[in-house]
């Protein structure tokens, strides 16, 4: 089986010092907030290129507590994307207030920043922009419309690690950047993980508080906050790989260019779109094809790990039946998720297995065609 992201063959290379590291953390005696979070947290701001990162146990906490540290609540109303993981609007609903989704554009897989305004409401307080598979949005327009609306932006950057936009790092644009370092993202850890990152010294405070039971000063609770801190074990395993992530990230890119040859070729697969002045870290490469369902069961069969990111969109979803967005209502997210497919993509995968999946895709592909 080729799959979808590999972490033994990354281990192979980070192994033998992440293990040293751990072994120190233990030997340490300090496992939470200790020296490894605070080092980590400046390494990834110096990196990101912003002023404050706050170090988490999730991308999921990452997007809820930004939305907290915004007082975004209920009776608001937050303008998102139905086509990523769940996460992104369940942090919505977890602060209580109300995902308003909005359609893609078809070549980007993002939020259509010809389409926000529409969905802008009095009730509207932020917009969650996803760089999905790791292609930046569209910033320049998102933040244009923010500003004119006087709206907040809270970019979900959980797949887009290394991505920029014009020169400039995602996650640096809004008020905060959300990341994730779940173990199968660009920069991932052995466990769970997340961050902030934000240019405002006061939320970046209100984050701190807001991790640690809502106190900065130990024992004094100036408001409801919740335990979501980066421990120092997955903050050791996070230094030992940041080193590595922008030639992974390289790598990630000269394989999607690879897959774009191979498939050059045949136009029934869609490979995917790079908007111009961006870096796309290709967290994923998902291309378009017909008969996506059938297919995608015969290269299972053939041993290729390929996966559907995402099968169902967030407006339909039973979790967010209730807010009356059905079906039809966003007409090229829901086409998507019907034809859309990610392809094994990591640093260390091979040009022959790369060679092996362009061929049986593009032989099932011609296959399915031939029925019709
Ligand atoms: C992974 C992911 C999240 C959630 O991150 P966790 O660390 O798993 O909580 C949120 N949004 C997107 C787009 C993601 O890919």
């Not at 022959?352 to 362009?358: D, F, K, M």
Request: aromatic share 8%.
């Amino acid at each position: 089986m080729i799959p979808i992201f590999d972490s033994k063959r990354q281990y192979a290379q980070i192994g033998e010092a992440a293990e040293k590291a751990v072994c120190e953390v233990m030997r340490s005696g300090s496992y939470i907030l200790g020296a490894n979070t605070k080092a980590l947290e400046q390494e990834l701001a110096d990196y990101i290129g912003c002023k404050y990162t706050i170090g988490l146990n999730s991308g999921t906490d990452a997007l809820h507590l930004a939305l907290r540290a915004l007082d975004i609540g209920a009776g608001d109303e937050v303008i998102t994307t139905a086509f990523t993981f769940v996460a992104t609007a369940e942090a919505i609903g977890i602060v209580g207030a109300k995902p308003v989704f909005v359609d893609i554009d078809a070549d980007t897989f993002n939020i259509d920043p010809a389409k926000i305004e529409a969905a802008i409401t009095p009730n509207t307080k932020a917009i969650i922009p996803v760089h999905l598979y790791g292609q930046p949005c569209d910033m320049d327009r998102i933040m244009d419309i923010a500003k004119r609306h006087n709206l907040h932006v809270i970019e979900d950057c959980c797949q887009a690690i290394g991505s920029s936009y014009k020169g400039q790092k995602v996650g640096t644009f809004g008020d905060f950047g959300c990341y994730s370092f779940y173990p199968t993202k660009n920069l991932g850890t052995m466990g769970d993980g997340g961050l902030l990152t934000t240019n405002s010294e006061s939320l970046k405070d209100r984050v701190i508080a807001l991790r640690n039971h809502g106190g900065a000063v130990r024992y004094h609770h100036d408001e409801i906050g919740v335990n979501s801190r980066l421990d120092e074990i997955q903050s050791a395993i996070l230094r030992v790989k940041l080193p590595y992530i922008d030639e992974w990230n390289t790598k990630r890119r000269e394989r999607a260019s690879i897959y774009n040859e191979l498939f050059a070729g045949c136009e029934d697969i869609i490979t995917p779109k790079e908007l111009d002045n961006t870096y796309c870290v290709y967290h994923q490469y998902t291309v378009k094809v017909p008969n996506r369902d059938e297919i995608f069961d015969k290269l299972h069969d053939a041993g290729i790990g390929a996966m559907l990111y995402y099968p169902i969109p967030l407006h339909l979803q039973k979790v967010n039946a209730h807010l009356g967005q059905g079906k039809g209502s966003l007409p090229i997210t829901e086409k998507n998720t019907e034809i859309v497919m990610s392809l094994p993509m990591f640093p260390e995968l091979t040009r022959e297995e790369q060679e092996t999946i362009a061929s049986t895709l593009i032989k099932f592909v011609e296959e399915s065609k031939a029925l019709v």
